[in-house]
């Protein structure tokens, strides 16, 4: 079953009643993650955890491009991204362009995104030449729903995210040094707290967000100005684009991811959050 065939979820998302905190999912495998796998490894040492804190505290007035280019001399050929397409990603895309086209960028391909979604990603292959390596999970739409007597997005949006996104992310976090991440800081209260550069615990390597302190304005700025590809479906009322089932359009005056997992206590996938 395609994402653009699947029905909208049938409970909770136009209830006034929010449904209970939803159970959290990990990765407890006990083996070495992210950078401590990779060879050489990085530890979040005292030391290390230190100079990043120095160089995040030295790059808040950096220009994401700067930012960019900092990473890439500091960790690449072990420097990657993971992107869903969206403003920020697609803004980030373009700079990588520019300053470093080879690095490896990945989409986590979960079988339920938007067809605009994926058609991005050959637009930027034709403008760009970086070709995005989908990641999937090890089932089908078709064998995890069979699995799971239907769609769980309707009932466990926390699993799915789990088992679709952060597994197949955990593997490709698994070997590099550092990721970039395209979020912002205005975006949430979780992503306030965001460093330019830190270590992300979940997925045990080096976090970059060269956008942490750009606005929605300066995205879309250089969105127009340098005329960079980006989803059609936020000129349909979708300020933030994820998964078909789990996003809807927000109305005026509503947060910009008001429209993600509507109806639940949930506003990450997990890959943002500690
Ligand atoms: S966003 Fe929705 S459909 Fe996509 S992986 Fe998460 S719960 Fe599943």
């Known amino acids: 079953m395609s994402a653009q065939s699947l029905p909208n979820r049938p409970m909770n998302a136009n209830s006034s009643q929010p449904d209970p905190p939803l159970q ?3 990765i407890d495998s006990g083996e070495p993650r992210g950078a401590l796998a990779a060879d050489p490894p990085l530890h979040p040492t005292d030391e290390f955890l230190a100079e990043l804190a120095r160089d995040s505290l030295s790059l808040e007035s950096a220009t994401p491009q700067e930012i960019l280019k900092w990473s890439v001399e500091r ?7 993971a992107t869903a397409f969206g403003p920020e990603g697609m803004t980030i895309l373009y700079m990588l362009s520019e300053i470093a086209p ?3 960028v990945f989409n986590l391909d979960t079988g339920y995104q938007f067809k605009e979604t994926l058609e991005l990603r ?5 403008r760009y030449g970086i070709e995005v390596e989908y990641k999937l999970p090890d089932t089908t739409v078709a064998e995890y729903e069979a699995m799971h007597g239907g769609p769980l997005y309707a009932t466990n949006p926390n699993q799915c995210c789990f088992d679709r996104k952060l597994r197949p992310l955990h593997g490709a976090a698994k070997g590099q040094h550092a990721w970039a991440s395209a979020i912002r800081r205005d975006q949430s209260p979780d992503r306030a707290k965001a460093p330019i550069v830190g270590w992300d615990k979940k997925f045990q390597l080096v976090k970059v967000s060269p956008l942490a302190n750009w606005s929605k304005k300066d995205v879309w700025d250089l969105i127009l100005k340098n005329d960079i590809p980006y989803n059609p479906l936020h000129d349909q009322g979708f300020p933030s684009v994820g998964c078909q089932p789990c996003t809807r359009a927000t109305q005026q005056g509503e947060d910009e991811r008001a429209g993600r997992w509507s109806g639940f206590q949930k506003t990450e996938c997990g890959l943002h959050s500690s």
């Open 24 to 26: 959290v999912f990990s």
């Open 75 to 81: 960790f690449a050929p072990k420097f990657t991204m």
């Open 102 to 104: 080879d690095t490896p």
């Open 122 to 126: 050959e637009t930027v292959k034709k």
